[in-house]
Nanobody, 119 residues
Framework: QVQLVESGGGLVQVGGSLRLSCAAS????????MAWYRQAPGAQRELVAH??????TEYADSVKGRFTISRDSAKTVYLQMNSLKPEDTAVYYC??????????????WGQGTQVTVSS
């Protein structure tokens, strides 16, 4: 019943901006940490940023000062990406730590959204 739905990916030029969003739906008791990961072709999936239920944040060194993660009270997490570089090109995935209606603590993943930065 729990689902994460992502949107906002696309093709941009170097220096441009994109705003990704990820909305959680279904019967959810608790949402804890939410995070964005990315995976470039031939590379390992890496953590980009995460945000706790208390709204504390942490970022990968490669995106500090350029990306901002945030969340609202409606089970949605955002990733504002500014000053984009070609090395930001990847599939971006949303992740959320959720206690579902079965009382189980699980990490749920979105389907991924492609971000391509052209030079």
């Amino acid at each position: 019943q729990v689902q994460l739905v992502e949107s906002g990916g696309g093709l941009v030029q170097v220096g441009g901006s994109l705003r990704l969003s990820c909305a959680a739906s279904g019967i959810i008791l608790v949402i804890g940490r939410m995070a964005w990961y990315r995976q470039a072709p031939g590379a390992q999936r890496e953590l980009v940023a995460h945000i706790t239920s208390a709204r504390t944040t942490e970022y990968a060194d490669s995106v500090k000062g350029r990306f901002t993660i945030s969340r609202d009270s409606a089970k949605t997490v955002y990733l504002q990406m500014n000053s984009l570089k070609p090395e930001d090109t990847a599939v971006y995935y949303c992740d959320a730590e959720i206690i579902n209606d079965q009382g189980l603590l699980r990490n749920y993943w979105g389907q991924g959204t492609q971000v391509t930065v052209s030079s």
